[in-house]
């Protein structure tokens, strides 16, 4: 593939003896990559399919079995084949040039103009058999899809503002060094003070589940309960209470941080969870459709 | 002590060892001190089942005493055995305090009060000296370590650590590790950890937030008791618990024992050794010096040096050095037919720069150097090429190319290639062979050495270097002769890190020259400082107030530490009369600076926050060591999904290891710093590498050759923590059976749970990993060609800081 993205790139030979490196150094995202090359290449696509349809007569009707059809139907499979590889392509590190932010930019436009090549391919011929489903399964991992382009484009920013120079290690161990200076400030507490605080100490920073992790909303949360609660008491030890609570709120701080980014993160990632699965029922029910309609030629 | 020895040998390391088996081999009467009960000192405190390397692999080892790559347990237990096995007499807990006396006649006196009488002396003592003592009553109770081996040795105690610097940090971060459930506290005299480096300090400030170490400054011990240290502290005295006191408070340097002998040095810099003759002979007859202190830190560099120079001493003048065939072969491909020594004499004569240089010195920077001849005509170097060696004419001369079609000889004797030595970057003119001819090619830590040891290479290269550079700025026009007013007057002076230079408003008439290191160039728009441009080393400023006679427009501080040379405005100005069209030459590029700073003031005007963004950019980059940075990887939070995709190709590219950490370092309106290595103009990492492994490539890289003895110390000289110390991985499953059978970690640096699986009770050697910039790998950095949405790029600060990134950024 390496040849169709060596465009406008920065090639520079060091010495005769020694092997050519490529250099990238424009700075520009997956979907302005080479100036929209993939955009305009997909966009090309589409109109010259919407257009031949138009114009090229087919008998008895447009339908997926006629020779246009089959031209279609054969560009579209190759294609769902091909765009399948980019997750090869990402974790193989094979020592020749190529980048995958270009393979990114392709699979994004090529992957929105299947809806063009597929829906043409139909004819418009929709129903409840094998064939649908794999139009269906097909326009389901597009939709997907289109769901992780606007997170990738919408959602590193919040990443980077809320973990604001911390790694996540370093958010886990803020809580953790809370959680010590909470032990140690919580000894003077009495019987009733200290339960809430001892499920705070116990909580899970990861605990509460795929909903609460997408959300970003942990309505039993241990260390709000026991702030709460440590709060509203009364009684003895008021000075040691109000340093845990003040202590509490500091640990909540950290914990809404650390849950804000195992959000942001969830949600960049949840969307493979179901593009990846569906990818493979789309060639599973791909293939079905493509056996199919050579078993009743 | 009874009767004279012929040659007593001081410190029994792996230098004094090997003398004193040959001196036993050979029946001399002779007597082995060692200061502490036990053979080798600095291998014995080498932590438990550390592998000790034998490079360099190609020298031979020449020594009755065994030695190879082994654990340190194997090693000394050879050692010992073979200096049983050779009869040598060692005198344990014997720590010489004096030498008097003359050769034939000198007299060693021990701590203990003892003498000793030799007619020669090896002094063998290494470099490490002794550490500094802590100074209050107590000081000598056993609980008091100067060293922490291996941190899980310590359990469940009070430790307290006693020092500010690099060594005492990291020490208690070590033992503070949780698992470990020790209570540490780290004492500082003053208020800051003035002497550490900055990652050293934010970890250890870390560590003080999380409760892990108590930190308590201003601060220092008053009485060590058994069990109990009283502390003297800004609140009055304080008595705390602790069962072991790490005290690291550096230590003496040998130097002022072996100088008060009588023993000359090469030059007042730390750097310096003792001047010493071909046969290890000190400025002192009969004293020799050998080993780390002989300024030879490989273990089998000091294991020959003690049997050469006992055979020496012994009269054995017909003895060549173990290296010798190393040499050989260095000038093997030469014209002439000569012997190693008969070609080191030529060079020394002919060479300018080698004219001060000792015929021992002359050999170790032979074995660091190339000698190659050239054909007339053939290309040595092209402009643009990355390199920091020296090149020395022995014969013939060289033509350097100035501009297309003008080139200027450069005669026999003198040298070229200067330009990169100094300043790190790249080649700066292309340079041919004008007659048939004999180069020595000599690498930038030998060359470093040179200058170091011998003050008039050091002032011909400084001369030379500043004429040179001076004629390329000013290309083509000029001679030597024209630059004499102004290289007379020519001043170099050190700037810090963020000093200013020139300061807008003021008058002067100064230019300067940057010589290393790199500048910053602000004005003052409306009330705040904006950046106008990013100066590398190579480049002048100052030029502006000479031709215009005006006060200076713009203010110019240093990036990063930087040396420039101040020219006077008299002499500068002489020098453009005499010669119209540099004076042309120099003013259209004045022009230019000034049509670009104009631009910028316009753009303020229509589009200030582009600018702020951009000058608030800047000076993030530059705040973060970017200055010195000639490639570094930079990621744009504006897309970085963290996915990671950059850590897993770095660690596939390479042998499972990833050199970066993307999600740590600093962030700027969302550009994000990652800790990885940036491949500095002057690596701080090479600095003190003892196997000298440590090169800069043909694509600009740093890297590192095989030859790593893990000693840590790039590690540690690098400010901005990008070397770890770490152990390959096993072999991992391919993708494939990964992707479809799930086996193996999968892409990326295995989990340490699985490595450690995998090897068993193995414990691999630890070497120091960094970044190479995919060295070799036709594809380029696998960093930057691994993420999928174009977050990452790796540029030099000059094209990153370029005008076009604002006109991007204006819109």
Not at chain 1, 54 to 60: F, K, S
Not at chain 2, 7 to 17: C, E, H, K, R, W
Not at chain 2, 426 to 438: E, F, L, Q
Request: with cysteine; net charge neutral; proline share 5%.
């Amino acid at each position: 593939m390496a040849s169709l993205f060596s465009g406008k790139i920065l090639r520079r030979r060091a010495r005769a003896t020694q092997t050519e490196r490529v250099r990238e150094r424009r700075h520009e995202g997956f979907l302005r990559y080479a100036g929209f090359r993939w955009a305009k290449i997909s966009g090309g696509l589409c109109l010259l399919v919407i257009v031949s349809y138009a114009l090229i007569d087919v008998q008895p009707r447009p339908n997926g079995g006629s020779w246009y059809g089959y031209t279609l139907g054969t560009v579209g499979a190759l294609l769902i084949l091909w765009l399948t590889a980019l997750g090869y392509r990402k974790r193989r590190m094979t020592r020749d040039y190529w980048s995958l932010k270009a393979w990114t930019s392709a699979h994004v436009y090529l992957g929105l103009s299947l809806i063009v090549i597929g829906t043409w391919h139909t004819g418009f011929q929709l129903g409840w058999n094998v064939h649908t489903l794999a139009w269906a399964l097909m326009m389901l991992v597009i939709l997907s899809g289109l769901y992780g382009v606007i997170v990738y484009a919408t959602l590193p920013a919040a990443l980077s503002n809320n973990r604001d120079q911390m790694t996540q290690m370093q958010m886990l161990e803020a809580i953790r060094a809370f959680d010590r200076q909470l032990h140690a400030a919580a000894q003077p507490l009495g019987a009733a003070d200290t339960a809430p605080v001892l499920a705070a100490l116990e909580e899970d920073p990861f605990a509460g589940g795929i909903r609460a992790r997408l959300t970003g909303r942990y309505p039993r949360c241990a260390t709000a309960a026991a702030q709460r609660a440590l709060a509203a008491a009364t009684g003895g030890e008021a000075e040691a209470r109000a340093k845990v609570v003040a202590l509490l709120t500091q640990k909540q701080a950290a914990l809404a941080r650390l849950r804000a980014h195992l959000r942001l993160r969830a949600l960049l990632e949840v969307w493979l969870y179901v593009h990846v699965p569906l990818t493979f029922a789309l060639i599973a029910a791909l293939s079905a459709h493509v056996i199919s309609v050579f078993f009743y030629w | 002590m009874s009767g004279l020895v012929r040659v007593a040998i001081i410190g029994s390391g792996p230098a004094g060892l090997s003398a004193a088996a040959r001196a036993a081999q050979l029946g001399l009467s002779h007597v082995l001190l060692e200061k502490t009960d036990h053979l080798s000192d600095t291998i014995f405190k080498y932590q438990k089942g550390k592998r000790v390397l034998a490079t360099p692999e190609r020298l031979d080892l020449r020594s009755d005493c065994r030695f190879g790559e082994a654990a340190r347990e194997t090693i000394l237990a050879d050692w010992d055995a073979d200096a049983a096995a050779s009869k040598v007499e060692v005198v344990y807990n014997a720590e010489v305090v004096e030498v008097t006396g003359a050769k034939g006649a000198f007299e060693i006196r021990t701590a203990k009060g003892d003498t000793i009488a030799a007619e020669a002396i090896v002094l063998a003592i290494g470099t490490q000296g002794n550490p500094n003592r802590l100074r209050c009553p107590g000081n000598d109770l056993p609980h008091i370590i100067y060293q922490v081996d291996d941190p899980e040795d310590f359990k469940d105690r009070h430790i307290t650590v006693v020092g500010s610097g690099d060594a005492g940090i990291e020490n208690a971060l070590g033992v503070a590790e949780e698992a470990l459930e020790n209570r540490v506290t780290i004492l500082n005299r003053s208020k800051e950890f003035a002497r550490a480096k900055a990652k050293n300090v934010a970890d250890l400030t870390e560590a003080g937030e999380n409760g892990t170490i108590d930190i308590r400054t201003e601060t220092q011990p008053k009485l060590v008791e058994e069990g109990w240290l009283t502390l003297e502290t800004p609140d009055g005295d304080e008595r705390i618990a602790c069962d072991t006191i790490v005290a690291r408070l550096g230590s003496v340097a040998p130097r002022a024992f072996v100088e008060a002998m009588g023993i000359e040095f090469t030059g007042p810099d730390r750097e310096a050794f003792p001047k010493l003759s071909p046969t290890f002979e000190t400025s002192v007859p009969g004293l020799y010096v050998i080993g780390a202190l002989a300024g030879y830190p490989l273990i089998k560099h000091c294991m020959n040096q003690g049997y050469d120079v006992v055979e020496f001493i012994n009269g054995n003048t017909a003895l060549t050095p173990a290296d010798e065939k190393d040499l050989a072969a260095i000038f093997a491909g030469l014209p002439q037919e000569k012997s190693v020594s008969e070609w080191l004499d030529f060079l020394r004569a002919r060479v300018r720069i080698f004219a001060d240089v000792s015929p021992l010195q002359m050999r170790e920077f032979m074995l660091d150097s190339t000698v190659g001849f050239y054909r007339q005509g053939e290309v040595v170097f092209e402009k643009g090429d990355p390199g920091s060696s020296l090149f020395a004419i022995a014969e013939g001369h060289a033509e350097v190319e100035v501009a297309p079609g003008v080139t200027v000889p450069i005669e026999e004797g003198s040298i070229f290639g200067e330009v990169g030595l100094i300043s790190g970057r790249k080649r700066g003119a292309t340079i041919r062979a004008g007659a048939d001819s004999i180069f020595v090619e000599v690498s930038r830590t030998a060359a470093l050495k040179l200058m170091a040891a011998v003050p008039g290479a050091k002032r011909a290269i400084d001369r030379i270097s500043l004429e040179r550079q001076l004629l390329q700025i000013f290309k083509g026009g000029l001679t030597v002769e024209d630059l004499a007013p102004v290289v007379e007057g020519a001043e170099v002076v050190r700037v810090p890190a963020g000093k200013v230079v020139l300061t807008e408003g003021d008058e002067g008439d100064d230019v300067y020259v940057i010589r290393s290191g790199s500048m910053v160039v602000e004005k003052d728009i409306g009330g705040k400082p904006i950046f106008l441009r990013y100066l590398p080393a190579g480049s002048y400023f100052g030029e502006m107030a000479v031709l215009s006679g005006e006060k200076r427009n713009a203010t110019v501080k240093a990036a990063v530490g930087s040396e420039v040379i101040k020219l006077t405005g008299a002499g500068f100005k002489a020098m453009l009369a005499a010669r119209p069209q540099v004076r042309e030459a120099t003013e259209a590029a004045v022009a230019e600076r000034a049509a670009m700073n104009g631009f910028i003031e316009s753009r303020k005007a229509s589009y200030a926050s582009a600018v702020d963004l951009y000058s608030d950019t800047a000076s993030f980059i530059m705040k973060e060591g970017l200055g010195e940075a000639t490639d570094a990887l930079l990621i744009d939070e504006n897309l970085c999904v963290g996915c990671d995709n950059c850590e897993k190709a770095c660690a596939d590219s390479h042998e499972g290891l990833s050199r970066l950490d993307r999600e740590a370092g600093k962030t700027f309106a969302h550009l994000h710093v990652p800790t990885s290595c940036r491949h500095c103009e002057h690596p701080h990492c090479m600095a003190d590498c003892p196997p000298n492994v440590i090169h800069r490539g043909p694509d600009g890289e740093v890297f590192m050759e095989p030859g790593c003895i893990g000693c840590g110390n790039c590690m540690r000289n690098c400010p901005y923590g990008v070397i770890r110390m770490e152990a390959t991985p096993p072999p991992k499953p391919g993708l494939l059976s990964w992707l479809l059978l799930g086996r193996g970690p999968g892409p990326g640096e295995p989990s340490p749970k699985w490595t450690k699986k995998r090897l068993g009770e193995e414990k691999p050697k630890k070497i120091a990993v960094k970044c190479d910039m995919c060295k070799g790998i036709a594809g380029g950095p696998a960093c930057v060609r691994a993420c999928p949405t174009g977050a990452a790029i790796r540029v030099s600060p000059e094209e990153f800081l370029s005008i076009a990134r604002l006109e991007e950024d204006a819109g």
